[in-house]
Structure formats: structure tokens, C-alpha cells
């Protein structure tokens, strides 16, 4: 008897049973789909952003509880209105939406979870500037299968799934009905909010979706803003033509002409180097040269924003204002020869008598345009082997035949930016090792990680000496050279890397940088490096380029050009 039923009764009773739990998960109403999908969100997205709350609130007491539980609701109302408001018009279109937001939602969180990255309006400004190479660099296996776990399978049973049927009057209802009830929520917790308006900025930037889409709205809506049509700056005391030598101008020692090369590094941090006391020697070269060391902070954390700070008359006040002109869009409509090469990116829109890419300075190699010898021994390298070395092509040579008594030229480095420094130096017996040759910091050894981010700052040291063992052979002309960092880096310090946090929450090393100033007159220079006293920033470089070059205009400020602390 009962093996009679066994077989007859029982295979239809757990067939019915597996139908009814396929059914069940593949057939939700909206609401039901609406919760399910905002409990993913919360428990695979945003976790960091509960951790960091119960961190940071004293949840032994109840005001610590109802302040996580605010939280909570607002984060869930802001998706109410997301995905719910879809809902009512479309639930092919609330599809859609959920889906599409899955992948940007796991690589938001692959990047918060294995390098600290908090996307701020700083960092999305990275996010849009990145190239291909760049973006290669940052891949790993890993990170395919993040997406097809957190973002592939998701949005697989979210386009499979099935709508139960519901009244659309119904519908709204309910969405009223959850509307109301988390605002009754949030204002009778009103006491909770000074909390969230305390760490608005790092919440913001930790929280897909909304870090990416509010933050990436507001860097574009600044790049719209950066666009619009520049103010012109008051004209230069004496502007020469860019035609032929001229009588000396104001400030032309002895009338000798003049030249700035302004090294723009790239994630480097004064923290890694010998020059402000780091303990290793990642300065050899410059420890030797007649500098001067100042003690600097970025004006933001990332290239973009630090770019536009530097070579702005307004430094730090740049983005509160109507845009001006850049520094050598200034210096150009004055005759100055300004020359732009790069082997980075993010910089502002400016005119400039000629831009040149790391490309283009190897391909007059191809075409023999160097006939120095330390040109030539460079374009013998690989391709791939040339690194920040190719901006100082024929740098002496191009100084040396402009018709111009001034001349900017601009030398913006891919210098240290990570996660894959080992790509950014070449072999070297005195490298440290062993130095981490992966793109994920956390495949490596904190030891590992930092060698390689040393060899490459030891690498900007040699770049460095060598632009400046050139320089000093020019004859006749009256060199500057001006090192400055955009901003500098973390290396796993507090469980940060990379660069791009909000500069109200940034450590110290991703705002600390190397300022260092090299002048071919011995008038404020010394033996060797010479830290001076005070405190500078991005915006004494804009005062410092014009201060060097001799110019002077109703934009130029004297207590902003740091030569004239130097004295």
C-alpha cells in the first residue's frame, strides 16, 4: 500500500509543489518586485553605507537604531520614486530601468569594495576622462564575475520575470500609500537628519545608484558650465607680438629672455617623497639639485578639477565663478609661445600655440625631427618603453628656436597614476622590490603596493633631473622649471587607494603635494634643496608662472607668487 502510493501519489504532489515555487518567484506584483528589488540593492550595493552608519553611530543607544532605521527609509523612499514612479506608466519600462541600473550598481560597488573608491562628483569627472588604456588597466578576471553575479543573473530573472495581474487604480494606491508613510516616517524622525546632513557628502558619494547618477549630474552640469564662453583677464602690463625678439619688458632681468616649463606630475604625493623627509630614497637626483621644496595642498582630488584650479587666476574659487580664461590661453593672446604636451588627460578648454600627445612627440621620431643625443638614445626605445620620458623630446631645441622673448611649455605627466603603477617606470637595478605588477591592489602586499608606487615617484625624480640637466645648457635665456602634483594618492591607508575622495572627507596623503621650483638665475636659489617656510597650494601657480616670466597685469597677485617668498 505504501509503496503503491509512493509511487503514484507522491511525484505528483512535489510536481505540483516545484510549480507553485517556480510560480512564486517568477510572478510578483509590482510592489512585491518593487521590494524584493530594493532589498538586493540595499544588501548587495549598499552595504558600505550601513557598515559605515553603524560604524559611526552609537548603536548601544536608541537614537543610534532610529537614525540606521532612517536611513534605511530614505534610501528605500528614493527608490520608491526611482523604480516605483516607473511603475505606474510602465511595467516594461520600470524593467528596463532596474535592469539597466544593475551593472552600473556592481561596478560602483567593485571599486568601493576592493579600492575604497567613493564616487564623488570628483571622481565621475575620472570616470568620463578615463581612456581605453586606462580602463584595460583596471580590469580583472574578477570583475567579470562581480558583473555576472551581482548584475548578469539579476537582470537575467528580472526580464524573466512574470507580472501578476492588478487594478492600476490599485496600484497607485499602494504608491501613495508607501509615499506617505515613509515621509510620516522621516519627518517624526526629523532629529535623525542632522546626522544624515552631517555626512551628506560621503553617504552621497557611497550609495549607488545615487552616487553615480547625482554625482556624474553635477560634474557634467560643470562641464557645461566650464564651456560656456571665457571672460577675458585684464591685459598683461606690457603684451608683446608673438613675431621676433623685442625690446626687454618689465621685469626682464638684464632683458634676457624667459621660459617656464611647468611639470604637471600626476597622483604624486608629498608623503612619498625624500624631499619632505619620507624615509626612503625616492629623490636621488633631486636631493642633488638647487630647488626649492614647498610645502603644498591640491585644491581638489582629481585632474579635472585640480587642472582647472591650478591654471586659474581664482585657484580654489574657479568653480564659483563665470569661467575665465586659462593661464596659457592668457599668456597665447599675449604673444607668450605656449606649447601643451601631454601624455594624460583632463585638461580645460584653452588655446594654446600648439598641443602635442605623447604620440605625436614619437612620431617626429619616426620622422628624425631630434638630432640631439639624448633624444636619439630615446627614440631607439620600444614604444611601450618610453613612459613620461617622451614629453622632454627636443624640449632645449624648441626653447632655443622660438621667435617668441617668452615661451610656456607644459609638460602634463601620467607620472604615478594607479592602480597600475608598475606600468608607469622601467626596469631598474635600483628599483624596490618586490613591487606589485597587478592592477588590484589586494592581490598584493602592502610592501609590494608601496615599492611600486615608489619606483614610479623615482622615476618622476629622474625625469625631473634630466629636464633639468637640459634646461641648464640653454644659453641666453633665463629658465624656470615648476614641478607641481595634481593631487596625491592613497595606498591602502585606512582602507583608501587611488585618489578622488571628497576633499572635505580626503586624508592628508591625497591632498599633500610635491611643489618644487628649479630657476637656471642664482637669484633665490641655493647649493641644494631648500624647503621654504609657509603654506602653498594650486593657487600660487597660476601667480608663479606670470612672476617668472616677468609679467605682470591686474590679475597678477604678489602674495600669490611664491618666488617672492623665496627671497
Known sequence: ?????????????????????AGRYRRLTPWQFLLVYTAFTAAAFQAPTFAFAFQSLDVDAFDGWRTLATLAVLLALLMHLLVGLPLLLSRRLAKLIAVLLLPANALASYFAHHYGVMLSAGMMGNVFQTNVQEAAALFEPLMLGWLVVFAVLPGWWIWQLRWRPDRPLGRCGVWAIGLVAAGVF???????????????????????PWSYLVNGSR???????????????????APEAAAGPAAGMPGDPGGVRQAVVLVIGESARAASFSLYGYGRPTNPALSRAPLL?????????????ALACMLSARGRRVASHPPEETLPGYLHRHGVDVEWRTNNFGEPPMQVGRRLAKADLLGACDRGEFS???????????????????L?????QRIEASASRRVLIVLHQAGSHGPAYHEKYPADPTNFTPACASSMPSRCSPEALVNAYDNSIRHTDRLLAEAIGRLRRLGGWGVTLIYVSDHGESLGEAGLYLHGAPVALAPDVQLEIPFLIWRSQADVMSAGPRMLPGEYSHDHVFHTVLGALGLRSGAYRAESDALRHAH
Open 1 to 21: 500500500m505504501f509503496r503503491a502510493l509512493r509511487r503514484t501519489e507522491l511525484p505528483p504532489l512535489i510536481e505540483a509543489r516545484g510549480r507553485t515555487i
Open 186 to 208: 522621516l519627518y517624526l524622525n526629523a532629529s535623525s537628519w542632522l546626522w544624515l546632513d552631517q555626512h551628506l557628502s560621503r553617504l552621497g558619494a557611497m550609495t549607488p
Open 219 to 237: 560634474f557634467l552640469w560643470r562641464e557645461h558650465a566650464a564651456s560656456e564662453p571665457r571672460t577675458l583677464l585684464p591685459d598683461l602690463a
Open 293 to 305: 621644496v614647498l610645502p603644498a595642498r591640491a585644491c581638489a582630488t582629481h585632474t579635472t578639477a
Open 372 to 390: 640631439g643625443a639624448d633624444d636619439a638614445a630615446l627614440c631607439r626605445r620600444p614604444r611601450d618603453g618610453a613612459f613620461d620620458d617622451a
Open 392 to 396: 622632454l623630446l627636443g624640449l632645449a
